[in-house]
């Protein structure tokens, strides 16, 4: 009856939300394939898109071998994920992560 108001379990391949307000996402380095998890919150990491919806852009730093790239997540007015880009990093899916 009321299915218009549940929240869609598909969600985005390359981005996972943990909690209304918490997304997670999972990175591997171009230069020695390490594997870098990025956690973002609506309160302290999103910000305003000039474009109407919200953006989260982060330098990514590997702590092993300082690999280093540029990730970005956009998201809707609903902050629903409607893409994503990676310069110096390729993302890993939310279907192959090993909890």
């Known amino acids: 009856m009321f299915g218009f108001l549940r929240r869609s379990s598909a969600g985005h391949p390359l ?3 943990d909690d209304p307000s918490t997304f997670r996402v999972r990175v591997r380095t171009h230069r020695h394939g390490e594997v870098v998890e990025v956690r973002l919150t609506k ?3 999103i910000g ?3 474009g109407g919806g ?3 852009r982060k330098a990514v730093v590997s702590p092993q071998h300082f690999d280093r790239g540029e990730l970005v997540v956009r998201f ?3 902050y629903r994920v409607i893409g994503t880009e990676a ?4 993302f890993i899916p939310v279907a192959e992560w090993e909890d």
Do not use: K, S
Request: glycine letters at 10%.
């Open 48 to 50: 305003a898109d000039d």
């Open 15 to 17: 981005v996972r939300q």
């Open 43 to 45: 309160a302290a990491h």
């Open 54 to 56: 919200y953006v989260f």
């Open 87 to 90: 310069e110096g990093l390729d």
């Open 76 to 78: 809707d007015g609903r």
